[in-house]
């Protein structure tokens, strides 16, 4: 049947219905995550619960949704030069020239009455882009509950397949290769004396090489990264470690003998077993809450000057930053000389309004934007800070701002709001039902295998890698799905003639 509302009316049998096939499917499929807290003290014991998820798909403009994946590699291409202009980025210099990004570029489709709707980013992610793996499960889910109440509104909308995990899981298998090859390259084993003349390589001490993963403790979304795992280990035959800093510190280190200083670790689950670190693939360490204490920060240390592929490195975390998002929305930017005009201005157009709060011309003026109730109701606060929970809001910016040393200003950065598409729909989050207006955020995976340094060309391997739709109620302003903001969704993809008949019934 087809439907002339969205979303589909559902009475409270249908509901409760739904709710057990929603149960039902994320525990078959693994779309879940480790309880909550409060759920974990009612049942103890409990190892996982149903991820928090949309009953229904969210209508999202196609052209929106085909521009943001049509510019990931693009995006990819453009932090990969970022990453790889030291002098331009930071004074950080690395003996071993090739990155990894895993990255994630966010976006809400702006809807301003005056304008034609468009594509606007909120932000890059370098470091730690999460739900690859569950992402790609939603649109199985809701397909799922179409088999038993068909709801689509028009012929002509569709639901889109994600292939994020597996186009995931090839980038760090790429990255995986590509360390294998530059190993036993004599030219990066240098003798003692500092020429280019190699070391008798059958000397060395040799291991099985695996992808080390990062991970934070008690980590809540450990299902995202295990099913990543299973990729890895299923389809490309390489193994992985999944381990915390603590476990790192305790069990790993960088060959003495070897100058070309890989890191080893040596696994006591699997009988002493000794690896060497391909790829190191950071899940943890974007938070100050990592690092709890200077054993901590000498794990970074370690694994950063070992010669694994980081998945990113320190200097590709630093291209991250909100500062680099403001640089490039607000000046003429920093493109790689090869990228087109054209590509450019696609880029370019996604760009929100941002402005520094340093002392320039621009920035002083941006205090006074700030420190304005009125004014300040436009825009958001934003640290140069991952994980989310740490930006400040409209009318909350001038009293903040108050309270803040002059000093400190500088590290944040103002950006105007973006006013999103609002649809009704219902989400299933710690067995409960939450009903209401909710907006969507569409984020992108691409994965890029780049020089930081050295000779050869920039880019090794570069491809646009799925996509995460988060839905979260529209009077909240943090989006995170495992910490308890956001629920994961998947796009019904309407084209531009059709939107005003598909979301009237709003």
Same mark, same amino acid.
């Given at each position: 049947?087809?439907?002339?509302?969205?979303?589909p009316d559902?009475?409270?049998?249908?509901?409760?219905h739904l709710? &057990?096939?929603?149960?039902?499917?994320?525990i078959?499929?693994?779309?879940?995550?480790?309880?909550?807290q409060?759920?974990?003290?009612?049942?103890?014991?409990?190892?996982?619960?149903?991820?928090?998820?949309?009953?229904?798909?969210?209508?999202? *403009?196609?052209?929106?949704? #085909?521009?943001?994946?049509?510019?990931?590699? &693009?995006?990819?291409?453009?932090?990969?030069?970022?990453a790889?202009?030291?002098?331009?980025?930071?004074?950080?210099?690395?003996?071993?020239? *090739?990155?990894?990004?895993? /990255?994630?570029?966010?976006?809400?489709?702006?809807?301003d &009455?005056?304008?034609?709707?468009?594509?606007?980013?909120?932000?890059?992610?370098?470091?730690?882009?999460?739900?690859?793996?569950?992402?790609?499960?939603?649109?199985?889910?809701?397909?799922?509950?179409?088999?038993? !109440?068909?709801y689509?509104?028009?012929?002509?909308?569709?639901?889109?397949?994600?292939?994020?995990?597996?186009?995931?899981?090839?980038?760090l298998?790429?990255?995986?290769k590509?360390?294998?090859?530059?190993?036993?390259?004599?030219?990066?084993y240098p003798?003692?004396?500092g020429?280019?003349?190699?070391?008798?390589?059958?000397?060395?001490?040799?291991?099985e090489t695996c992808?080390?993963?990062?991970?934070?403790e008690d980590e809540?979304?450990? /299902?995202?990264?295990?099913?990543?795992?299973?990729?890895?280990?299923?389809?490309?035959?390489i193994?992985?470690?999944?381990?915390?800093?603590?476990?790192? #510190?305790?069990?790993?280190?960088?060959s003495?003998?070897?100058?070309?200083?890989?890191?080893? !670790?040596r696994?006591? $689950?699997?009988?002493?077993?000794?690896?060497?670190?391909?790829?190191?693939? /950071?899940?943890?360490? !974007?938070s100050?809450?990592?690092?709890?204490?200077?054993?901590?920060?000498?794990?970074r240390?370690?694994?950063?000057?070992?010669s694994?592929?980081?998945?990113p490195?320190?200097?590709?975390q630093?291209?991250g930053?909100?500062?680099?998002?403001?640089?490039?929305?607000?000046?003429?930017?920093?493109?790689?000389?090869?990228?087109?005009?054209?590509?450019?201005?696609?880029?370019?157009a $996604?760009?929100?309004?941002?402005y520094?709060?340093?002392?320039?011309a621009?920035?002083?003026?941006?205090r006074?934007?700030?420190? &304005?109730?009125?004014?300040?109701?436009?825009f958001?606060?934003?640290?140069?800070?991952?994980?989310?929970?740490?930006?400040?809001?409209?009318?909350?910016?001038?009293?903040?701002?108050?309270?803040?040393?002059?000093?400190?200003?500088?590290?944040?950065?103002l950006?105007?709001?973006?006013?999103?598409?609002?649809?009704n729909?219902?989400?299933?989050?710690?067995?409960?039902?939450?009903?209401?207006l909710?907006?969507?955020?569409?984020?992108?995976?691409?994965?890029?295998l780049?020089?930081?340094?050295?000779?050869?060309?920039?880019?090794? !391997?570069?491809?646009?890698?799925?996509?995460?739709?988060?839905?979260?109620?529209?009077?909240?302003?943090?989006?995170?799905?495992?910490?308890?903001?956001?629920a *994961?969704d998947?796009?019904?993809?309407?084209?531009?003639? *059709?939107?005003?008949d598909?979301?009237?019934?709003?």
């Open positions: 049947m087809e439907s002339t509302q969205w979303p559902v009475d409270e049998d249908r509901r409760t709710v &057990s096939m929603i149960k039902d499917w994320s078959i499929n693994g779309l879940v995550i480790r309880p909550s409060s759920i974990f003290s009612a049942y103890p014991g409990i190892l996982a619960t149903t991820a928090p998820v949309t009953f229904f798909p969210t209508p999202f *403009l196609e052209s929106c949704f #085909k521009e943001a994946v049509a510019i990931q590699e &693009s995006y990819n291409e453009l932090y990969a030069s970022i790889a202009d030291e002098s331009w980025l930071a004074p950080i210099f690395q003996e071993y020239d *090739l990155s990894l990004g895993l /990255f994630r570029s966010d976006y809400m489709v702006h809807h &009455s005056d304008e034609r709707p468009s594509l606007r980013q909120v932000e890059f992610n370098t470091i730690a882009s999460s739900f690859g793996s569950l992402s790609t499960k939603v649109t199985g889910l809701h397909k799922h509950l179409q088999q038993a !109440y068909p689509m509104v028009k012929k002509a909308t569709q639901l889109t397949e994600n292939k994020a995990e597996a186009q995931l899981a090839l980038g298998a790429e990255a995986h590509a360390y294998g090859g530059l190993r036993y390259d004599k030219k990066y003798s003692s004396s020429d280019t003349e190699a070391r008798d390589l059958d000397r060395l001490e040799v291991h992808i080390l993963f990062v991970v934070q809540r979304n450990v /299902f995202d990264q295990t099913q990543l795992i299973s990729q890895l280990t299923k389809t490309h035959k193994p992985v470690l999944r381990r915390t800093f603590k476990e790192i #510190k305790l069990h790993s280190h960088i003495a003998e070897n100058p070309l200083r890989p890191l080893i !670790y696994d006591t $689950t699997t009988g002493n077993t000794a690896y060497e670190a391909s790829v190191i693939y /950071f899940r943890a360490g !974007y100050p809450a990592d690092y709890k204490s200077d054993l901590d920060w000498e794990v240390e370690r694994l950063e000057s070992s694994a592929i980081k998945c490195s320190v200097i590709g630093l291209a930053c909100k500062k680099i998002q403001q640089i490039l929305a607000s000046g003429p930017g920093h493109f790689p000389p090869t990228m087109s005009e054209e590509t450019r201005s696609k880029l370019r $996604t760009f929100g309004t941002i520094p709060l340093d002392t320039s621009a920035g002083l003026r941006a006074a934007m700030a420190l &304005s109730p009125e004014i300040a109701k436009g958001v606060l934003k640290p140069q800070r991952e994980g989310g929970g740490n930006n400040i809001y409209g009318e909350d910016i001038p009293g903040f701002l108050r309270k803040t040393p002059t000093d400190e200003w500088a590290a944040y950065i950006m105007e709001m973006i006013k999103p598409f609002e649809h729909n219902e989400i299933l989050r710690d067995g409960k039902v939450e009903r209401g909710v907006v969507s955020e569409l984020g992108v995976f691409g994965t890029v780049y020089r930081e340094r050295g000779e050869g060309k920039l880019i090794e !391997y570069n491809r646009e890698a799925g996509y995460l739709l988060r839905t979260k109620g529209s009077s909240s302003q943090e989006g995170g799905v495992a910490s308890g903001f956001g *994961l998947s796009p019904l993809l309407v084209p531009e003639e *059709l939107w005003d598909v979301t009237a019934g709003r």
